[in-house]
């Protein structure tokens, strides 16, 4: 089953910034939107941004809008979350997955996601 491979997360003070990484090896990739999604401890998994195929249109969750920035570049098969003025309660697993429909760009249920990766832990301390 094909997986998108996410890195980039760590420990990281509040206040402070991170870069998050989404590979793949799939061939449609530029076809496809893909979104990132975060699970805190004792909590659901929650979205928190998609972007559109072409990286032109992009949609964040309310907690995140103004320190985050979704991206991505196509030749190189990876979408990135730029997180910036990180806080304690940005703590979570945070996973990538690609839009199930091609084209289609809404959407923030997990359900209408698939190839999910492992996750990568981000830790903010206080």
């Known amino acids: 089953q094909v997986q998108l491979v996410e890195s980039g997360g760590g420990l990281v003070q509040a206040g402070g910034s991170l870069r998050l990484s989404c590979a793949t090896s799939v061939l449609t990739f530029s076809s496809y939107s893909v979104g990132w999604f975060r699970r805190a401890p004792g909590k659901e998994r929650e979205f928190v941004a998609v972007?559109?195929?072409?990286?032109?249109?992009?949609i964040y969750t309310d907690s995140v809008k103004g320190r985050a920035t979704i991206s991505r570049d196509n030749a190189e098969k990876t979408v990135y979350l730029q997180m910036n003025s990180l806080k304690p309660e940005d703590t979570a697993v945070y996973y990538c997955a690609r839009r199930r429909t091609p084209g289609v760009v809404s959407g923030t249920d997990t359900s209408q996601y698939t190839d999910w990766g492992q996750g990568a832990q981000v830790t903010v301390s206080s």
């Open positions: 972007i559109s195929p072409s990286g032109k249109t992009t």
